[in-house]
């Protein structure tokens, strides 16, 4: 009985301390982030373009062959944490802040594939001054292959991280999670006066709230009185795990809603042709695609299908594709499979 009872107290006791490890990693997941990235060699810059736009951007040390990193959407540089002190070994690495994000200029005039392309080109152009490497992942992704077709000469091969390829078309569009939970949410948002902040908004008509339930309405009421009372810091909510709290924390500054009402529209994809683009890719290449699913709704959980995916491999001349098990932001998820993706990549260039 003594032994049962031991055994019972000590369960309960691992439990607690992991709860609290949960939590404490939930509520401070970025704490060491700038001194991860200090001792990794990085130094924050910012360069202005001739027509006036301000490029933020980190720079590690040059320890290889340049990589330029493209962030996904409503992030920034930093998010690549993660890899950067490992791949910082093997690279001369340039992690950029893309338009309307992180400290990067915001003018929605520049929201649109073409001109973030054209101005990453200067950028390789002017700032690198070398022929690069880039990887870049969901919209970052798109970017990427863009690039590689569009300057061939700059691109010395490209790695896409589960970029969303053709479930942006018009018509499939409107049947993905992004499009029902982020840029819908944000086109009602922009076109309304009632309510001035974007995270109250969203917990209200976001899709994400169908997979909770009714226990949803207890979380939108504890993250209502957070909000009340910390007005000026993003949203902390300590039993939801570091990705959703990563997202509010750039829903709630430096990320610029017009970025997405771009997406809404389809006007980010304005003269940029996906299958086009693919088939005029010629330098090495790898698409990471990682997990994906549709939800009883028919909603794509995900930035491409399985389908989407072996569409876009094929299109690419002598494409690799690696598969990831892993949510859609895989170098924040699995940073060991994804460091070592970009790692045996440089063995293409070295024979």
């Known amino acids: 009985m003594k032994l049962i009872f031991k055994l019972l107290v000590g369960f309960i006791v691992l439990l607690i301390i992991a709860i609290v490890i949960y939590i404490y990693r939930n509520l401070n997941y970025d704490k060491n982030i700038d001194k991860i990235i200090s001792r990794a060699g ?167 709230k169908t997979f909770f339930g009714e226990s949803w309405e207890g979380i939108k009421n504890y993250a209502f009185e957070y909000i009340e009372k910390n007005p000026e810091k993003g949203l902390r909510i300590f039993f939801l795990p570091p990705s959703m709290n990563k997202a509010f924390d750039l829903l709630a500054g430096s990320y610029d809603l017009k970025f997405g009402d771009k997406f809404y529209d389809y006007s980010w994809f304005n003269n940029f042709n996906k299958e086009e683009t693919l088939r005029q890719i010629k330098c090495p290449s790898i698409l990471i695609h990682t997990n994906w699913s549709y939800d009883d709704d028919g909603i794509l959980l995900a930035a491409m299908s399985g389908e989407d995916a072996e569409m876009a491999h094929s299109l690419i001349n002598e494409n690799v594709m690696v598969k990831i098990k892993s949510g859609h932001n895989s170098h924040d998820e699995k940073p060991e499979e994804f460091s070592k993706i970009l790692i045996n990549f440089l063995q293409i260039f070295e024979k």
């Open 42 to 208: 990085f130094l924050e810059k910012q360069v202005i373009l001739p027509d006036g736009t301000l490029l933020n951007y980190g720079e590690g040390p040059d320890n290889g062959p340049a990589l330029l990193l493209i962030h996904g959407q409503a992030t920034e540089w930093q998010n690549y944490v993660k890899v950067l002190p490992k791949l910082s070994k093997h690279y001369h690495i340039f992690a950029i802040d893309c338009h309307g994000h992180g400290k990067s200029s915001k003018n929605p005039e520049k929201y649109n594939a073409v001109s973030m392309g054209n101005d990453f080109i200067w950028f390789i152009e002017n700032v690198i001054t070398e022929p690069v490497i880039v990887s870049g992942h969901s919209s970052g992704g798109l970017l990427t292959a863009w690039l590689a077709a569009n300057s061939p000469e700059n691109i010395l091969g490209i790695v896409i991280e589960d970029a969303p390829f053709f479930s942006t078309e018009p018509g499939r569009y409107e049947k993905t999670f992004a499009w029902v939970d982020n840029f819908k949410v944000i086109h009602q948002f922009l076109n309304q006066k009632e309510e001035t902040n974007y995270i109250r908004y969203y917990l209200e008509n976001c899709y994400l």
